[in-house]
């Protein structure tokens, strides 16, 4: 594949001290040196005491932490950068008008077993950690950072495999979390192994957004170890175009050349992506990429996520637009997701369609 046309930022090293290109490209540098400290996050984005002291109160609920690699796609001199929103702390997490619940679709309600979500017949959610190297301010599953699993991690692994080899009805499991691409490798081979050994397992779909905070985990180890484990899709989360840069594109490159598919869901998040050139730019970077947009999903309206929600009309006259002006194969569904089996709600361009029907 070409890799070009993707967002070739010069990253600035001097901000990491000496290190060298190659540990900049090594993931375990990466994880090792993100910012989650405060007085950290001061000191790269050089932030005055009276801007730390209510990020205080914002930290003591939900932590925060980011990759060298992501900040580096931020533009410090703008505070309304669309990648800042993403994953730096925001006082309006904890001051609210209106705010949303803990667990907005009922995931708890859907567990057989800790951890393991089963909403369709058909499939389950397991979610495999809680962990993420970056945490998104918008992310459905806040509830859920910074909290000790029940048991040891392979004994809480265990337990969903046991269930899932229990239930005769699912055929496809998806490994989601927190970032199931945190886990200790072997581990993650052991689970994905084992989930591949229950004959009504048909596929296993991995949800990760590593391709957009920190590449360089994809690595010819992973996907090998992936690959052995198919049929297995992958889905990340792009949000913006400026999140497609050279090394996500080869680190999606690289999955797609070991045979795995690459979907995206994006989230519709105020002040990031709620506009129609932005959403075309996206789609376009990942069609290039041969990266399916596959959903665009409303933002769920979980507990310090109010900021982000923007008004349906808007993500319909988004959609319309696009649907108007890209190819099918750029085309995302906008969804809304719905508590507990409801399932995800189509949302269509009904304007156009009431256009349609009455030209003929
Ligand atoms: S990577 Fe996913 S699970 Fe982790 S914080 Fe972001 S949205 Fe949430």
Partial sequence: MRIMNFNKRKVDLKNWGAISAADWKNWEWQAKNRIRTLPKLAGYFGLSSETVQPLKTVAGVYHFSMTPYYLSLINKEDESDPIRRQCFPDIKEVQFTIDGVPDPLEEEACMPVPGLVHRYADRCLAIATNRCVTYCRHCNRKRMWGKNLPTRQKDYLKRMVDYVASSPVIREVIVSGGDPLTLNESLLDWFLGSLRSIRHVDVLRIGSRMPVVMPMR???????????NRPLWFNTQFNHPRELTMESARACDMLLEAGIPVSNQSVLLKGVNDDYEVMRDLVYGLQRLSVRPYYLFQCDPVAG????????LKGMAIIEKLWLNVSGLCLPRYVIDSPGRGGKIPIQPFSLLADRSQAH
Avoid: G
């Fill in 218 to 228: 994809i690595t010819h180890d992973l996907c090998r170890m992936l690959r052995s």
């Fill in 305 to 312: 996520t109010d900021h982000f929600r923007c008004d349906i």
